[in-house]
Every structure is written in structure tokens, then in C-alpha cells.
Nanobody, 116 residues
Framework: QVQLVESGGGLVQPGGSLRLSCAAS????????MGWYRQVPGKQRDLVAE???????NYADSVKGRFTISRDNAENTVYLQMSSLKPEDTAVYYC??????????WGQGTQVTVSS
């Protein structure tokens, strides 16, 4: 079992920035991957960004060049730095982890609202 706790969501104006954090209840050093998904009401949960144990990353096309995912193994935390935010980035953002055995766990989600 891995518990994940997200923080850092909120209301931001278009063009602004936010940094989301996801703290894990155990070491993330050996995790296969950690990532962020987002979901708006009535739609499926979509991948935003993920980072693998070797450090490689993968981003949704809609956020490339604006969002950066990173991990701090010493703090058991993964971050999502979001810049140049747009209204269409408004969603609930979920942190997720895949263990070495490919079990997946989710956080409770944090709301990000981009609006003037």
C-alpha cells in the first residue's frame, strides 16, 4: 500500500503558475513510475505527466513546454510545476504511483482552477 497526499492546488489567473506536490507514505526510489492525471466532470481521467524510475519523462501534448514533472527521492515527493496556465487546465489533478509490481495507487486529488 502507498498513500499519496497532494497539495498546492488553488485558483490562479490565466498565464500564472502553480506547483503541485505529492507526498508518498513510503520510499519512491524503487517505484516504476509516478505521475499526474487530471479529470473534469463528465470526462475520463487523462495523463498529464509521468516520470519513471530512471528519470525519463512523458507529457501530454497539451502541456509540453508549460509543465514540468520532477521527483525528490529523499523527500518521497513528486512535483508538477505548471506555468502559462490556461482556463482549459482547470481540473482535479490526481497523483498516482505504479509500484515495481505495477500496482497503481491514487491520491485524493487537488482542484486547480484557472480563471480571471
Amino acid at each position: 500500500q502507498v498513500q499519496l497526499v497532494e497539495s498546492g492546488g488553488g485558483l490562479v489567473q490565466p498565464g500564472g503558475s502553480l506547483r503541485l506536490s505529492c507526498a508518498a507514505s513510503r520510499s519512491i526510489f524503487s517505484m516504476y513510475s509516478m505521475g499526474w492525471y487530471r479529470q473534469v466532470p463528465g470526462k475520463q481521467r487523462d495523463l498529464v505527466a509521468e516520470i519513471f524510475s530512471g528519470g525519463s519523462t512523458n507529457y501530454a501534448d497539451s502541456v509540453k513546454g508549460r509543465f514540468t514533472i520532477s521527483r525528490d527521492n529523499a523527500e518521497n515527493t513528486v512535483y508538477l510545476q505548471m506555468s502559462s496556465l490556461k482556463p482549459e487546465d482547470t481540473a482535479v489533478y490526481y497523483c498516482t504511483v505504479r509500484t515495481p509490481t505495477f500496482s497503481r495507487y491514487w491520491g485524493q486529488g487537488t482542484q486547480v482552477t484557472v480563471s480571471s
